[in-house]
């Protein structure tokens, strides 16, 4: 597996790494304990380095996981997390204030069983709180030696600014996949202005882009997709367009949708680092095939024409979801 250094900073991690939170949370149950550790360890021993979690994924479940499962290897990975919500559950609301910043901090650092966590991230934007005082509360916890580096996710281009002034930003964590591409607009000039890494999460579109979802499809009641607009019956239909199109790019490349799909990340930009997730070593393995996957300008040029006429039926996200992203 190659490496990647986010941004101007000195992180360097696998130029693919491994978004953890379907293992515990979000997308119906979770995982055999043993199977999701093997899972991990799996993926560390495919050349793997990068591993992402936080306290909200379970609630705190997701973190103690990663702690057993990387604790015998904890001085060869980079471990992410994230502190934004109140008692780590999205529906209770934001909280990054200063105080909750440390408490979650400390918190997380005895769940993932490490003296320092090398990259922690705001999960989201509190308009109750300056992003400088956000900033701030990180680099002192920086300089205390209990975090590395500091991140931010689904943040907009201005706080991104206002934060970087006062402690640099490594990494900005965002949606961003072949039929999510909001990024594009503001938020990667302003990266790759500042030198600041991305880590593009569902890479994959939440699973649609893998061709192994259509209108048939019924998501487990606690699976997250049932209340996202994209996944309802009638835009499923509707963005199937979108997959046979990835497929017929995939069969001329003699690569799977998600090959195709995760290898147009990391063609967009060196400094971008896609953290796919899955449950199944087999999706694994694909998934890490991408890496070797090549797509030249022409490749690139033909990926971009045969979508441009396709629109994506659906938003990311439900109304209220949608209101703390891009603040």
């Known amino acids: 597996m190659q490496k990647r250094k986010l941004g101007k900073s000195n992180l360097e991690v696998s130029a693919l790494?491994?978004?953890c939170m379907g293992l515990s949370y979000g997308y119906g149950p979770a995982a055999e304990k043993e199977q999701a550790i093997k899972l991990i360890r799996t993926a560390y021993d495919s050349g793997v380095t990068f591993f992402d979690t936080a306290e909200a994924y379970g609630p705190y479940l997701n973190e103690e996981l990663l702690g057993e499962a990387l604790a015998s290897i904890r001085d060869k990975v980079v471990i992410a997390t994230k502190f934004g919500f109140v008692d780590g559950k999205p529906v209770l609301g934001l909280n990054s204030k200063p105080q909750h910043i440390r408490k979650v901090t400390e918190a997380a650092l005895q769940r993932?069983?490490?003296?320092?966590?090398?990259?922690?991230?705001?999960?989201?934007?509190?308009?109750?709180?300056?992003i400088e005082d956000v900033a701030g509360t990180v680099k002192d916890l920086i300089a205390e030696g209990k975090v590395r580096h500091f991140g931010m996710s689904e943040a907009g281009a201005q706080t991104i600014r206002l934060a970087h002034a006062v402690q640099p930003v490594t990494a900005v964590q965002s949606e961003y996949s072949l039929w999510s591409r909001e990024p594009e607009k503001e938020v990667l000039p302003t990266l790759e202005e500042l030198g600041i890494g991305f880590v593009p999460?569902?890479?994959?579109g939440k699973g649609f882009l893998t061709g192994a979802i259509n209108e048939s499809t019924t998501f487990d009641s606690t699976d997250f997709r049932n209340v996202v607009p994209r996944f309802s019956e009638v835009n499923r239909k509707a963005n199937r367009l979108f997959v046979e199109v990835l497929g017929t790019i995939a069969a001329r490349k003699n690569a799977t949708r998600a090959q195709i799909a995760l290898a147009w990340l990391l063609a967009q930009k060196p400094w971008i680092v896609p953290i796919p997730g899955t449950t199944k070593l087999h999706r694994l393995e694909e998934n890490l095939g991408a890496a070797s996957v090549e797509l030249t300008s022409a490749d690139l040029g033909q990926i971009e024409q045969a979508l441009a006429g396709i629109e994506v039926q659906g938003a990311r996200y439900p109304a209220q979801l949608q209101q703390r992203v891009g603040r």
């Open 112 to 130: 993932l069983n490490t003296g320092v966590i090398d990259l922690l991230y705001q999960h989201r934007v509190d308009p109750e709180v300056p």
């Open 17 to 19: 790494g491994l978004g």
């Open 201 to 204: 999460f569902s890479p994959l």
